[in-house]
């Protein structure tokens, strides 16, 4: 067998180790479901505790590279397209980037993630209640603003500019993801044994991440979904049923492309979070919750560069961070393949600046608002009538929500509204996550395009019947962690692609 038939025969044999360990892995947490979590989990946050500077400053990076592209002269230049223009509407486009990367996070931890903070800060806040509450959601932002969608648009930036850029096999066919990368960081796209394994190595932490990332979202958004059902009364659905719906819808979606479920699906999710967060602005007091939702915005303007740098700290204790602020970078980095080719495939056509301007500023200045309407006034809630909401949290993290919807004009219009919210965002990041999956692990192992999907349903399945939110974020990053090599790799190849070539080139 030759050197070259070697390397081609590698990868569906390393391919099929990946499917046959994460089957077991799947198996191990439904036999032993406590022993494997925690031993996960153990891992996890060895890695968190001993490498968390290193996450932060790896996604500031991410930050100043995406503000460095979008304002240079490089961001005139256009992504390659089958056409003279985007394939899809500016209102479709951003209602698929957005859904893809953040969906049911959003419904999960809108009230949850303020409120905790709150009650449990990193620090005592001088000054007033309202000044605590302002700071709690400016926290907020930290985890769900520029440097996520930073990291996103990087990712996605990578894998649309490196596959453009001419990397071919000797036989002059498209290659990998991962073996695009490879020729980024080597000026070669020579695509001998070497490069075959490398590239499809690269493309393998891809998937196991997106598999694990995505996986761990769905369990929290079942778990959600339980809740929410049960405060209306419905608590006879088992998760595994909610499971079973959930998968059946995203892998249909998935199978009807781009164009079709998955485009239709995002932009009726977003069109009922629009009228679910508008309904919120004008139920809720607003001119008390609008002017701690300012503040909150100025606070984080004003820390993001401090935050950027350094792990907050209390007293050089960097606890609070490690469990909140790093789990959550690296949440996103497991979720970065997966969002970073979706964005990759529905961008086509657009010019850097646009791209970048687009994934890192527009989905911000909506998690502004969002949590504004959800965290300022459940925060304002809580100001109002202290102990109500933050009582919750020792029962369920999203326990808050539905108490908060009670008090409200429409809340049971409000509380069915955000499990529909919820199911479509679960749907549409799942089916996204299958289609990424599908195009990474079918160049591995062709006829078994769909096996992806179903695995990742099955460790999704797995920590459903272990039904712990916290061991779900744990197996979520346990992903992110071999990833954040490529994608400071990605990182590195884009610097040497973009920076170091003529701008009109």
């Excluded at 302002?134 to 907020?140: E, P, V």
Aim: hydrophobic share 55%; glycine share 14%; charged share 10%.
């Amino acid at each position: 067998m030759t050197r070259e038939a070697r390397g081609s025969a590698l990868q569906p044999a390393l391919a099929a180790l990946t499917v046959l360990s994460i089957v077991g892995l799947g198996y191990l947490l439904l036999a032993y479901p406590n022993e494997v979590a925690n031993a996960i989990a153990t891992t996890t946050q060895g890695v968190v505790s001993r490498a968390g500077t290193g996450v932060l400053w790896l996604c500031s990076a991410a930050l100043a590279l995406s503000l460095l592209l979008m304002l240079g002269p490089w961001g005139r230049r256009r992504l390659p397209a089958d056409g003279p223009g985007p394939e899809f509407s500016l209102p479709a486009w951003l209602s698929m980037l957005f859904a893809a990367g953040m969906g049911s996070g959003l419904v999960f931890w809108g009230l949850a993630e303020p409120l905790s903070h709150f009650q449990s800060p990193p620090a005592p806040v001088a000054g007033e209640k309202i000044d605590a509450a302002g700071r709690a959601l400016a926290l907020t932002y930290l985890h769900w603003g520029f440097h996520t969608w930073a990291v996103y648009a990087i990712a996605g930036l990578a894998f649309a500019w490196l596959t453009a850029g001419g990397s071919k096999d000797d036989r002059g066919e498209d290659t990998s993801a991962g073996r695009n990368l490879l020729a980024g960081l080597t000026g070669s796209a020579r695509g001998g044994p070497a490069a075959r394994i490398a590239g499809g190595s690269f493309d393998l932490i891809a998937l196991v991440a997106v598999l694990f990332g995505v996986a761990g979202s769905l369990a929290n958004g079942v778990d959600l979904m339980q809740v929410g059902l049960s405060a209306q009364g419905v608590s006879t659905l088992p998760g595994w049923l909610l499971l079973t719906v959930l998968g059946v819808v995203s892998l249909l979606s998935a199978a009807s492309g781009l164009r079709r479920g998955i485009r239709v699906l995002s932009m009726l999710n977003m069109g009922l979070a629009v009228v679910l967060v508008c309904w919120l602005w004008v139920v809720i007091d607003w001119q008390s919750a609008g002017g701690l939702w300012l503040a909150s915005i100025l606070t984080y303007l004003r820390e993001l560069p401090g935050w950027s740098i350094a792990l907050i700290t209390a007293d050089g204790d960097t606890s609070w961070a490690e469990g909140w602020t790093v789990v959550y970078l690296l949440w996103w980095i497991a979720w970065t393949p997966f969002v970073g080719l979706f964005l990759a495939g529905i961008s086509r056509g657009r010019t850097v600046a646009g791209y970048l301007a687009g994934v890192t500023v527009v989905p911000v200045l909506v998690s502004f608002v969002w949590f504004g309407a959800f965290g300022a006034g459940g925060l304002e809630a809580e100001l109002d009538t202290p102990g109500e909401l933050t009582t919750g949290l020792a029962t369920h993290y999203t326990a808050p929500l539905f108490l908060w919807y009670e008090g409200l004009p429409g809340g049971v219009m409000l509380a069915w509204g955000s499990l529909l919210l919820l199911l479509i965002f679960l749907v549409t990041s799942a089916d996204s996550a299958a289609w990424v999956m599908n195009r990474l692990g079918g160049q591995l192992l062709p006829g078994l395009r769909g096996v992806w999907g179903v695995l990742m349903l099955l460790v999704a399945a797995a920590l459903v019947v272990r039904g712990d939110v916290d061991i779900n974020k744990q197996v979520a990053i346990a992903g992110a962690i071999p990833f954040a090599l490529v994608l400071a790799l990605q990182m590195v190849a884009l610097v040497r692609t973009i920076l170091f070539a003529r701008p009109d080139g």
